[in-house]
């Protein structure tokens, strides 16, 4: 998808090039320039003033514009005609056809909701409105605010200026420590190794006087990085050449923007990634086109899917994607969860805490027969 999407950039690139080049301006000013040729001719003739003359003129403006404007238009299907190549080339299964989804009032109505909170998730404000009007989609004013709100601070973020993201941490402290965030130590850290990069002496009292006044209060959850962060004064101004070369690195705040974006999600009641944008990476990056190979492949082998609905390709996700435990017990083939986590035993092996506690009964005797298995393996 990636690849696709850099092979329609170069496109573009190249139609904005030739757009440039070409000799007959764009349709809009064509278009403009022949409704105000039309006005004046209207007025001069409501007045009495047109002559023969401009009347055989307006003929000859008709027709320039329309040329002008039928070179522009094929310029556009040649570009689109470049993009559906480019599709092609770059996607060579066809994707599978399937029967309308959204068909009852009701899942068109989830749908348009989807789309408009999609607008409204990544900052598309405009075009959220326009939509919500146009389709009229039900979605609290209050809530759009919030949005608003979000990427207002995200954009203060991106200039580093945690002030904004502190005020909405001070309004929602209690939603964050019932989650045991660690995002108001982390603004607080950002700026005082902002501080530190701007100060010019050895001895940055700015970034200390910040420090004693805001990091203290966290010297109880956060010790091994306070004192990180106190220590890497000693190799100013060169902290990339020091012990402590991630806390020159740019991520440092750069990491806030998905941080606070995360925790101010949470407390709508939202995942931290955008449904639709999910839904694209996945499919669009390739499991569709996994899914309908493996189909293929099935039906000319004659069989079918597994009862349990399960797949029977893998579809690699990326670490963002993944929602659920990875890790199923040996024993008991069941995943993690948090009420059964994963357990270490002394021998090395791994398994749920459920496995565990059923093993530790019988007075370790499963737990001899498991070290005596081990050790006749190790022979």
């Known amino acids: 998808m990636d690849a696709a999407l850099k092979e329609l950039d170069k496109l573009d690139k190249l139609t904005s090039k030739s757009s440039n080049k070409g000799k007959s301006p764009a349709i809009a000013e064509s278009l403009d320039s022949l409704l105000q040729t039309l006005s004046s001719i209207k007025q001069h003739l409501q007045d009495g003033l047109a002559s023969e003359e401009e009347i055989r003129t307006l003929s000859k403006t008709v027709e320039t514009r329309k040329k002008e404007i039928d070179e522009r238009q094929k310029e556009v299907y040649n570009s689109l005609a470049r993009y559906g ?5 770059r996607f060579t299964n066809p994707l599978p056809t399937y029967n309308p989804l959204f068909t009852s009032p009701t899942a068109e109505k989830a749908l348009e909701h989807v789309i408009a909170m999609h607008f409204l998730r990544i900052g598309r404000f405009s075009t959220a409105e326009t939509f919500i009007e146009e389709f009229n989609v039900d979605i609290p004013s209050e809530l759009q605010a919030q949005f608003i709100d979000l990427h207002r601070i995200l954009i203060a973020l991106r200039e580093q200026n945690i002030e904004p993201a502190l005020e909405w941490v001070r309004n929602n402290r209690a939603f964050l420590k019932s989650r045991s965030s660690s995002l108001e130590f982390h ?9 530190l990069r701007v100060s010019r002496v050895l001895y940055p009292r700015n970034a200390l006087d910040y420090a004693n006044r805001y990091l203290g209060s966290f010297y109880d959850s956060h010790p091994s990085d306070l004192q990180r962060l106190m220590s890497c ?4 101004p060169n902290l990339e050449s020091s012990p402590y070369p991630e806390l020159a690195s740019p991520t440092i705040h750069s990491d806030l923007e998905p941080m606070f974006a995360t925790e101010f999600s949470a407390c ?5 990634q955008v449904p639709l944008k999910v839904v694209g990476d996945i499919g669009g990056g390739g499991a569709l086109a996994k899914i309908e190979k493996g189909r293929k492949i099935m039906r000319e082998r004659k069989s079918e899917w597994s009862q349990a609905d399960e797949l029977p390709i893998e579809i690699p996700l990326p670490p963002e994607n993944r929602y659920h435990s990875i890790f199923a017990c040996p024993v008991s083939k069941d995943q993690s969860t948090e009420q059964n986590p994963p357990m270490m035993m002394t021998c090395g092996h791994v398994i749920s805490k459920d496995s565990l506690q059923k093993l530790s009964k019988g007075n370790g005797q499963v737990f001899n027969q498991h070290r005596i298995g081990e050790d006749d393996a190790n022979l």
Not at 85 to 89: E, M, Q, Y
Not at 233 to 236: A, G, M
Not at 268 to 272: F, I, S
């Open 85 to 89: 190549k480019a599709l092609d080339k």
């Open 187 to 195: 603004l607080h850290r950002a700026e005082y190794l902002r501080l």
């Open 233 to 236: 004064i000693l190799y100013l």
């Open 268 to 272: 709508l009641g939202m995942g931290k």
